[in-house]
């Protein structure tokens, strides 16, 4: 499995290393995002979302993120440097696409560790299985990573609300040196490209409050 150069650069900021003494609080992305698709259903080009100051909204997706006080968006400057393209523009973003890779789309943080974000890959470009198949198979690949990575790792296949109905999502519990984070995970299948967003915090009952952070547009 290859792992998203975007994701390789991110795994090394700040923002996702926040600390309680010597842990860190959220887990990096890149190990979570999975060479998986659902059907190939049109040709529509991934279109990067719009980033403001403490909001996020994709058209392509049709969601839009509001963060409140003391979160912090990255910076589409901060994402396009961490997926190490120039912007974030359609032609820079198909050259990671192109690699068989996966961009980080959007990221917001707290101090805390608590974090939103959103990766993407391009179906066309890497292997291609049913969405059956990703909380199945899937569930199996993603714990060998993090055991592998010396995490404890729980993943199982859950549901929670989101956008105003039940949704399928992974649900993560990682524990490392004592301290354990607590993640969900959707993956939202548009044109042929799967976006993953990814809800992490210290704090199990954090996460569905993020969740109600993200609504349709």
């Known amino acids: 499995m290859k792992i998203g150069q975007g994701a390789k650069a991110f795994c090394k900021t700040k923002p996702l290393r926040r600390k309680v003494g010597k842990v860190f609080l959220v887990i990096p992305v ?18 990067h979302g719009t980033v403001g100051a403490n909001t996020y909204t994709s058209e392509f997706l049709g969601i839009k993120i509001q963060a409140g006080s003391g979160w912090s968006m990255m910076s589409d400057a901060d994402i ?29 943080t707290k101090d805390d560790g ?4 959103i990766t993407v890959q391009d179906n066309n470009k890497t292997i291609s299985v049913s969405e059956k198949e990703y ?24 549901s929670v609300n ?4 039940s949704t399928d999502c992974l649900a993560l519990a990682l ?23 990814t ?5 199990k009952s954090d996460l569905n409050t993020f969740l109600n952070m993200v609504t349709s547009v």
């Open 30 to 47: 890149c190990v979570l995002m999975l060479l998986m698709s659902a059907c190939k259903k049109d040709n529509t080009p991934f279109k």
């Open 80 to 108: 396009a440097k961490g997926n190490k393209i120039s912007d974030m523009s359609e032609s820079s973003i198909q050259t990671v696409f192109d690699k068989g890779m996966y961009i980080t789309e959007m990221m917001v």
């Open 114 to 117: 608590s974090s939103i974000n």
């Open 135 to 158: 909380f199945t198979d899937g569930i199996a690949l993603i714990k060998a990573q993090f055991d592998a990575a010396g995490y404890t790792a729980d993943v199982k296949k859950g």
């Open 162 to 165: 989101f956008l105003g109905k």
């Open 175 to 197: 524990t490392v040196a004592g301290t354990t984070v607590y993640e969900i995970q959707i993956p939202v299948f548009k044109s042929h490209y799967t976006a993953s967003i």
């Open 199 to 203: 809800f992490g915090s210290l704090n």
